[in-house]
Every structure is written in structure tokens, then in C-alpha cells.
């Protein structure tokens, strides 16, 4: 697995596009997380990747009109395995759907 | 104060448009209503994706930004084939589409579609406008991404209150560009290798795609390959920019290429590839292809190297800048002497084979057709075996007169394009050759060439099939013809007629006579010289195959060169 980080302006549609090179390739996805990075935004991408796709990914990556950087680096397993939701987080009772 | 429908037009005009293509509806109509007295000509189609296709073929001949415009959801959606093309053959192109009112946006209502993310991936930039005071620069921005590097699509998605809205407008304004890694250009250092490669090398060939053309530096191309004088091919987008009658000049390669081009690219042991993006339909099978061979790529777009092949040597930048340092630099060194494979891969041994078989009367018509076309005109091929038929037979040197289809293959857009082209060049004799299948994917476009008056020469290569895939059929899947019989068209010459369209019919029999007798010579001068719109109905044997042809996954040397004689 192959941890990548794109800096990008958060304009619209960039990070769709970012997501868009992966989910064209049906690639699998283990892990996201977008957030703000000083005056940019910065999305983590963990995805299972041959070599020749990370190429492609970079290059189409940098084709993106407001991406800044596009970097990557080996996976730290434990780092991407942690709780979804994250357990901080609580989820509330659904409401009974509203019927006709 | 202005609406923002005004502010709209007269950002457009900033932006040199004088010409939209589109398709009116709800969502969109302050635009429509804002149209007269703001200095934008609107043509109006008979179906979106003709807008679509008419404003490719504009921009496609002109080298400007074209322009769509169409209402929402289904409008919209009708655009999607013809941002697709854009997208694939860097075709700068603007659409304008009208939006649901900003209040109803993520309702399901009437006509909403979310045209922002059905074009995500098939846009270079998009924008859905939230407020009046974004539109000015919203469609600078847009306009600067559909034309700067390498060119393609962009959608700019108006909700109809934007464009009621009335605001103060101080002027359109310019979009400077933050630097961006993909503008890295290029360094001096890449001449130095190329020129050592040269001289390693004793087999060198060019390849020549569409980058050369969109670049605008078809007389330094050109000059470089004189210089160089190895042998050349194009891509299907790349014809037209290389001397026809140049020495080293092998023609059309690929899938369909001529045998010395794609035997060429087989062998060489050094290719310099100039604005072409290797597809599949250039390389075959991506292991096999030009297997000796070390890659030199002039692309403008990173996101083009390495997708089928790697390269040894990216060359990123606009070739207007490239191909000049190189020749310079080339200029400064001996080369070897390449006249030995020169001779090879262009000697006589491995010139075309006269056509032959069920295909001959069409090549032989294709030939007539194009040897009596005045200089300078522009011949738009739709999609099918018509279109691998003209594209082996065009022998102009116009670097914008072949328009196709290329790398969407989207069938229906030749008519449509042809438009475009007529009204950005009024005075050029516009060719559109299209198949009996794709003719009747924008018919009604008959209507706009009608209603426009505009003297585009139609003729549709009628084999009563859809040829392509028939051929596919008869070759790879053992005559299983399953849904490609179209013999039941309907008579074109009639539905011409009912346009006001003249029309008439030329038997492939009169193409078997060679030279082709002067009652038919006339009627073709005459139907190409016709100041006004004519539709010509070529019968074409219904098992006509195009060759030579190279099957798919196959390697470029294993083309096939003629039909096999069947038992």
C-alpha cells in the first residue's frame, strides 16, 4: 500500500477530481482524510498501487487545475487501521423514516 | 446594474466570441432573452449535442475557444458526448449550461441534473456559479483553462436566478494563473540527449500527433523534419502537418496506418514523438510496440507520458518552444548518414498496394472526391470505415483540414462539426463525409445547414451497415453480423429532399471504369463546386473492409494487408 498527500485549493470540484484518478482506475481505497493545511487543503489517499499506476496517478494529479503538490510514501499500517467512525465520535438514533 | 445574463454575453465578447451554438429551454432562457443587441450570433441546432459538436468543429478548424450553450438536465446532459470528444482531442471548448434556480438546487426538480458532477471527470475545469458576482470570473477562468496548455473542455453551470439577478458590473475580468507544478517546462538539457540518441541511433523515425497542429508551430515542425529527414508518420489528428509529398513521409499509422509506417515504427530503434499521446489505436499491443525502440516524447501535457509506454525521454512543453531549441541545437551537429534506412522503410517494396476487392469503387470515389477539392478545404470524417477510408486517402498539406472523431469515436459528429466549420470559414469548401449510421445520429442537422443555407458537401458511404463493427464481425467473430444490418434505411435522397436539400445518388459502378468517365467527373465537380448545401449518396458494397488493418491487441507488424481469399 502506498500513502500519497495532495495539496490542493479547496475549489470546487478538486478534491472530486483528485478522488476521480483513483475510482477510474477501481482502485482500491483504504483510506481518506481531507483537512485544512495552512492556507491550502491536503487530502491522504492509502491505496493498493503497482508502479505504473502511481505514475499515472501523479501525473494525472498534477493535471488538476488547483493541485498544488502530490507527494507519497510507504503506508503505515497501524496509522490507517484505526476505528471508522472514529470512536469519539456518536452516532445518533436513527429517526422512523416518515411514511405517506 | 446589469443581469447576469448581460454580464454574461459581455464577458463572452471579452473573451472574443462572437459565435454560440445551442439549444434554448427553461432554465436557460434570460440567456436567450439577453442574446439580441449583445454582439453573440447564436446558431441555433436541432438537438444539443449537434450544439456541442458544431462549436467543436468551430473550434476544431479555428484553433479559438467554441462555444455551447444549452438549458438544464436534459440539455445539459445532451452536451456530455461532445465534452467527452473535447476532452480526448484537446478541443477547446466553453459550455454554458442554465441551471435550476438556486433555491431548488439538490431537489430532484423539474429538469435539475447535476451537471457539475456528471462532468467531473470528463472536464479540465468546471464551475457551478452560486452568486451573480462570480460569474465575470468564473468564464475568464474558464475560458484561460479551455485554451492554456493543453486544451479541452470546461462547464460553467448557471442557475436561472443568476442569470435574472441584477447587479453593478464593473467589466469582465482577467484570470492570472497561480503557478502550477504542471507548468514546469522543459530545460536546454534535453538537446544534448536527444542529439546523442540521434547519433546512437540507425534506425530514427518521427511521429507526429495533434500537439503539432494546436501548437501552432507546424513551419518549425516542419522545417525540423527536413532537417531530419527520417522517416515520418501522423496520427490520425496528426495529418496534414507534414509535407505530403515529402520524401520521408510514410503517411497515416496505426490500426489503420499504412503498411510502411507501422512496418517503420515496428523496426526503429529511436522514436521522437511530437504532441501525440500513444493510444492503443497508434501503439497495438503496448508490449509490442516500437519493441526496440528508445522514446523520445515532446507532450505538453505530463499526464500523457507513460500511459501505454514509457518513454526514456519526456520533453514537457508547448512544442512551439521545444522544437525550436532542438533544431537549433541540432543544427550545431553532424548526424549520421540514415539514406540506408531511409531507402528501406521508404522504398518502393513497401508502398501501398492499389485497392482492391469489394473496397475499390469507394477508394477510387474517395480519390475523385478529394483530388477535385479546391486548396484549402476541410474535410470532416465521422466515425466508421468512411472515416479510415479518407483518412488513408487525404493527401492535402492543411494542418487543420482533416477533422474527425479521433479518440472518443463518437459517431454523428462530422454533420454537425461541418457546421461549425462553414460559419468560421465561409468561403472554404467544407467536405463531410459521413457513414449511413452515423449520418442518422444528427440527422436533423439537415435543418441547420438548410436554414443557414451554409453549402457544406454532404456524402454518406452507404453500405447498408454499421461497416465498422460488421467488418469486426466478419473477421473476429465468424460472420455473426448481430445488429449491424441497416438495410432498411431509409432513402437519404428523399430525406434530404424534404429538407430542401438537393440530393442524388452515384452508383459504386461508375467507380469501376479508371479513369472515371467525364459524365461522372463533371457531376462531381459540379456537386463540389455548388454554391449551395448538396447531399450525395454513395452505394457502397455492403462487405467493403478497410485495410490494411491491424486486430485489436495485435502488434503493429502484424497487420493484416488484404482480405483472405475466402474458399
Known amino acids: ?100 | 446594474m446589469l443581469k447576469g445574463a448581460d454580464i454574461v454575453l459581455q464577458c463572452l465578447r471579452a473573451e472574443g466570441v462572437d459565435l454560440v451554438f445551442g439549444y434554448p429551454g427553461g432554465a436557460i432562457m434570460p440567456l436567450y432573452d439577453a442574446l439580441d443587441g449583445s454582439g453573440v450570433r447564436h446558431i441555433l441546432t436541432r438537438h444539443e449535442q449537434g450544439a456541442v459538436f458544431a462549436a467543436e468543429g468551430y473550434a476544431r478548424v479555428t484553433g479559438k475557444v467554441g462555444v455551447a450553450m444549452a438549458t438544464s438536465g436534459p440539455g445539459a446532459t445532451n452536451l456530455v458526448t461532445g465534452i467527452a470528444d473535447a476532452k480526448m482531442d484537446s478541443v477547446p471548448l466553453v459550455c454554458i449550461t442554465g441551471q435550476v434556480r438556486s433555491a431548488l438546487i439538490g431537489t430532484d426538480a423539474f429538469q435539475e441534473t447535476d451537471v457539475f458532477g456528471v462532468t467531473l471527470s470528463l472536464t479540465k475545469w468546471s464551475r457551478l456559479v452560486r452568486t451573480i458576482d462570480e460569474i465575470p470570473e468564473a468564464i475568464a477562468e474558464g475560458f484561460h483553462w479551455a485554451r492554456s496548455g493543453r486544451p479541452g473542455p470546461v462547464v460553467i453551470d448557471i442557475p436561472t436566478d443568476m442569470l435574472k439577478a441584477k447587479q453593478e458590473f464593473s467589466g469582465p475580468v482577467k484570470f492570472t494563473p497561480h503557478a502550477r507544478p504542471a507548468d514546469a517546462k522543459a530545460d536546454g538539457g534535453f538537446t544534448d540527449t536527444i542529439v546523442a540518441l540521434l547519433q546512437q541511433s540507425s534506425k530514427p523515425v518521427a511521429l507526429v500527433g495533434a500537439g503539432a497542429k494546436i501548437s501552432g508551430a507546424i513551419p518549425e515542425l516542419r522545417r525540423l523534419l527536413d532537417h531530419l529527414n527520417i522517416p515520418t508518420f501522423a496520427t490520425v489528428h496528426g495529418l496534414g502537418a507534414v509535407p505530403q509529398q515529402a520524401a520521408y513521409y510514410l503517411g497515416m499509422v496505426g490500426m489503420h496506418g499504412t503498411r510502411a509506417a507501422n512496418t517503420a515504427l515496428h523496426e526503429t530503434d529511436l522514436l521522437l514523438v511530437f504532441g501525440a499521446r500513444l493510444d492503443d489505436r497508434v501503439t497495438g499491443d503496448p508490449s509490442r510496440f516500437a519493441p526496440h525502440a528508445k522514446i523520445v516524447h515532446f507532450e505538453i501535457d505530463p499526464a500523457q507520458l507513460d500511459r501505454v509506454r514509457p518513454c526514456n525521454l519526456p520533453v514537457i512543453g508547448n512544442l512551439a518552444d521545444t522544437i525550436p531549441a532542438f533544431d537549433a541545437e541540432l543544427r550545431r551537429h553532424a548526424l549520421p548518414d540514415f539514406a540506408a534506412w531511409r531507402s528501406v522503410a521508404c522504398g518502393p517494396e513497401r508502398a501501398e498496394l492499389d485497392p482492391r476487392g469489394l473496397a475499390q469503387p469507394t477508394i477510387r470515389f474517395l480519390d475523385e472526391l478529394f483530388g477535385r477539392l479546391p486548396k484549402d478545404s476541410v474535410i470532416l470524417a465521422d466515425v466508421g470505415q468512411h472515416q479510415m477510408w479518407a483518412a488513408q486517402r487525404y493527401h492535402a498539406d492543411s494542418p487543420r483540414g482533416f477533422i474527425t472523431s479521433g479518440g472518443l469515436g463518437a459517431m454523428g459528429f462530422a454533420l454537425p462539426a461541418a457546421v461549425g466549420v462553414q460559419l468560421a470559414k465561409p468561403d472554404t469548401c467544407v467536405l463531410c463525409v459521413s457513414g449511413d449510421g452515423g449520418f442518422q445520429m444528427n440527422i436533423q442537422e439537415l435543418a441547420t445547414v438548410h436554414r443557414l443555407g451554409l453549402p457544406i458537401k454532404m456524402v454518406i458511404i452507404d453500405n447498408k451497415y454499421l461497416g465498422m463493427v460488421r467488418q469486426w464481425q466478419q473477421l473476429f467473430y465468424e460472420r455473426n453480423y448481430a445488429e449491424t444490418d441497416l438495410s432498411d434505411n431509409p432513402d437519404f435522397v428523399d430525406i434530404a429532399k424534404a429538407y430542401k436539400i438537393h440530393s442524388f445518388r452515384v452508383k459504386e459502378d461508375v467507380m469501376r471504369e479508371f479513369p472515371v468517365s467525364q459524365e461522372t467527373g463533371d457531376q462531381i465537380d459540379r456537386f463540389l463546386h455548388s454554391p449551395e448545401p448538396e447531399l450525395l449518396v454513395f452505394d457502397c458494397a455492403p462487405e467493403a473492409n478497410v485495410f490494411p488493418m491491424v486486430p485489436a491487441g495485435a502488434a503493429l507488424s502484424e497487420m493484416l494487408l488484404e482480405e483472405e481469399p475466402t474458399q
Open chain 1, 1 to 100: 500500500m502506498n500513502a500519497f498527500q495532495i495539496r490542493y485549493r479547496n475549489t470546487q470540484g478538486t478534491l472530486m477530481r483528485i478522488m476521480n484518478a483513483v475510482s477510474r482506475r477501481a482502485l482500491d481505497l483504504h483510506y481518506v482524510h481531507a483537512e485544512a493545511a495552512e492556507h491550502d487543503h491536503q487530502v491522504t489517499l492509502v491505496l493498493e498501487v503497482n508502479q505504473k499506476q502511481v505514475g499515472q496517478l501523479y501525473r494525472e494529479w498534477y493535471a488538476i487545475a488547483d493541485v498544488i503538490h502530490a507527494g507519497s510514501g510507504p503506508a503505515q499500517a497501524t496509522e490507517w487501521n484505526s476505528p471508522h467512525p472514529p470512536a469519539g465520535v456518536t452516532i445518533d438514533e436513527p429517526r422512523p423514516a416518515a411514511r405517506a
